[in-house]
C-alpha cells in the first residue's frame, strides 16, 4: 500500500541491505524523501541508485549508529538538504548466531550498534521533532525483545532494550506530537539470515519456526513500518507490532 507522504522526508539507518533497503524504498514510492545510511558505502549508494530508478529522491549518508558524532551528522544532513524529518525508522543492528557474545568484545558491539545506537538516533531525531512539533519514530526491535534465546544473549538483552527505549519515549513524548513504536521482526530473508540458512537442512528448520512454515519478506516489514509512520496510525504510539508469521502465538 502506498501512502500519500508527499513533502514528507524520512531516515533509515542501515537502509543498504535487508528491511532497512525495503522500507527506504517503500518509502519513497510513497513519495516521501529518504536519507539512506549505512556503514557499506557501497550497499548504501545502490539503495540510492534503486529510489532514483522508481523516480523517488533520496541521498546516501555513511553512518555508523554507535558514534554519536556520525547520527547528528546524518540528521543533520536531512533537515539541510530536505527541510525537515517526518519519519525516522532507526534499523541498523548486529545479529550472528556463529559468534561467542559472551565475550567482552562481542557484548560491547552488541550494545553499541543495537541499543545505543537506537538511542543516539532517537536523541538527534527526537531534537528535531520537538521543534517542528510533530515526528515518528519507527525501531526495530525483534521477538526477541519478548521471548527468551538460549544462544544469543547479547542480541537478546538489547532487543529487550529497545522495547524498553521505545516504551519509555514513547510515554515521554505523547503530548509533543511524536509518536513511538517499533516493529518486532521473527526469521527474515535478509543477508544476515542468508549467511545462516545457506544449508537447505538449516533453512528448512527456519522455516519451519513459524506456524506459516516459511521465512518472511523484507517488504512485509516494510509495510509495518509505513503503517506506524501514517496517518492510519495517529492513534498508536508505544506498541510492538509483531511481524513473525505466528511464531510467536501462545
Same mark, same amino acid.
Given at each position: 500500500m502506498k501512502y500519500p507522504f508527499e513533502d514528507k522526508v524520512a531516515l533509515v539507518t542501515g537502509a543498504g541491505s535487508g528491511i532497512g533497503r525495503a522500507t527506504a524504498l517503500a518509502f519513497a514510492a510513497s513519495g516521501a524523501a529518504v536519507v539512506v545510511t549505512d556503514v557499506n558505502d557501497g550497499s548504501g549508494l545502490d539503495t540510492v541508485t534503486q529510489i532514483k530508478t522508481i523516480g523517488g529522491r533520496a541521498i546516501y549518508v555513511r553512518c555508523d549508529v554507535s558514534q554519536p558524532n556520525d547520527v547528528d551528522a546524518a540528521v543533520a544532513r536531512a533537515v539541510t538538504e530536505f527541510g525537515r524529518l517526518d519519519f525516522a525508522h532507526n534499523n541498523a543492528g548486529i545479529n550472528s548466531l556463529a559468534a561467542d557474545e559472551w565475550t567482552d568484545a562481542h557484548w560491547q558491539r552488541s550494545l553499541s550498534i543495537n541499543l545505543t545506537g537506537v538511542m543516539y538516533c532517537m536523541r538527534a531525531e527526537s531534537a528535531v521533532m520537538l521543534k517542528q512539533g510533530k515526528g515518528t519514530i519507527v525501531n526495530t526491535a525483534s521477538i526477541n525483545g519478548f521471548t527468551g534465546n538460549a544462544h544469543q544473549p547479547a542480541y537478546t538483552a538489547t532487543k529487550h532494550g529497545v522495547v524498553g527505549l521505545t516504551r519509555h519515549a514513547a510515554?515521554?513524548? /505523547? %503530548?509533543?506530537? +511524536? !509518536?513511538?513504536?517499533?516493529?518486532?521482526?521473527?526469521?527474515?530473508?535478509?543477508?544476515?539470515?542468508?549467511?545462516?540458512? /545457506? %544449508?537447505?537442512? +538449516? !533453512?528448512?528448520?527456519?522455516?519451519?519456526?513459524?506456524?506459516?512454515?516459511?521465512?518472511?519478506?523484507?517488504?512485509?516489514? /516494510?509495510?509495518?513500518?509505513?503503517w506506524l509512520c501514517s496517518d492510519e496510525a495517529s492513534f498508536v504510539t508505544g506498541q510492538m507490532l509483531i511481524i513473525d508469521g505466528g511464531a510467536t502465538v501462545d
Open positions: 510515554l515521554r513524548w /505523547a %503530548r509533543n506530537g +511524536i !509518536r513511538v513504536n517499533a516493529v518486532c521482526p521473527g526469521v527474515i530473508e535478509t543477508p544476515m539470515t542468508d549467511a545462516i540458512a /545457506a %544449508r537447505p537442512e +538449516i !533453512r528448512k528448520v527456519m522455516e519451519e519456526m513459524t506456524p506459516m512454515g516459511r521465512i518472511g519478506q523484507p517488504r512485509e516489514v /516494510a509495510a509495518g513500518v509505513l
